[in-house]
């Protein structure tokens, strides 16, 4: 079964640190790993995507793929109070080719002001 | 502006009365998925589309028909709504099929009651 896990938080930083989210996955054959941010009703913001070992930075955002460890993180420097929404991990496994996003259930994170 | 769309945002309807939410998307991509989202279940594929007239079951099918006539439009049906089908709905596209190329992008969302 295939299986992405996300602690459910909430995760509390202050205002100009570092918020480091996780995530861990079941299915070694995975390949393709994506980090969303959903605000509360809204839909599923793409931030970051990682295909290959190691780290990715965009801007604020750094993802890293440990796919030895099955797990892939994410770290939002200089947190901002905008930054607060479920951050949610996805995984895809080209298995049968229909390429679905496997979500964990997201972690919520709130940046104190 | 790049974007997928859906129609309408918000639906409320009764048991039995057919519905359809119309997807669209305007980056041209060849793959359109369609999920649901639930509280305590997240997010989970009902169907998609890897291209004109390609399309297929994922996780969640049971109650629901899509057809890809056209590469924009990836409509999602109901012929026969019940309430166990309320739920928060999103469709998804993506570029290409090749390696690597799986970014996929959502919709607004629909949110659907059925009473």
């Known amino acids: 079964q295939k299986e992405v896990e996300q602690n459910s938080g909430p995760l509390s930083v202050p205002e100009g640190a570092i918020a480091s989210l996780n995530c861990t996955y079941s299915d070694r054959g995975s390949q393709s790993f994506f980090w969303y941010r959903q605000y509360s009703g809204k839909s599923p913001e793409l931030i970051m995507s990682?295909?290959?070992?190691g780290d990715k930075e965009d801007g604020r955002f750094t993802a890293q793929l440990n796919k030895a460890s099955q797990y892939v993180s994410l770290l939002i420097r200089d947190s901002q109070p905008s930054d607060s929404a479920t951050y949610l991990c996805?995984?895809?496994?080209?298995?049968?080719?229909?390429?679905?996003?496997?979500f964990g259930s997201g972690t919520r994170l709130q940046v104190q002001p | 502006e790049a974007q997928v769309t859906q129609n309408p945002r918000y639906l409320i309807t009764v048991t039995g009365k057919k519905l359809t939410v119309t997807c669209s998307q305007n980056?041209?991509?060849?793959?359109m998925s369609w999920y649901r989202q639930d509280p305590g279940l997240g997010l989970r594929q009902i169907y998609y589309s890897m291209n004109v007239e390609v399309t297929d079951k994922g996780d969640v099918p049971e109650g629901y028909k899509v057809s890809r006539k056209e590469k924009r439009n990836f409509p999602l049906i109901l012929e026969s709504p019940s309430p166990n089908q309320t739920s928060l709905y999103f469709c998804a596209s993506s570029l290409s099929r090749l390696a690597g190329d799986y970014e996929q992008y959502f919709g607004p969302g629909t949110r659907l009651t059925v009473t």
């Open positions: 990682i295909y290959s070992n």
């Open positions: 980056m041209n991509h060849e793959y």
């Open positions: 996805a995984v895809i496994t080209p298995d049968t080719g229909r390429r679905a996003l496997t």
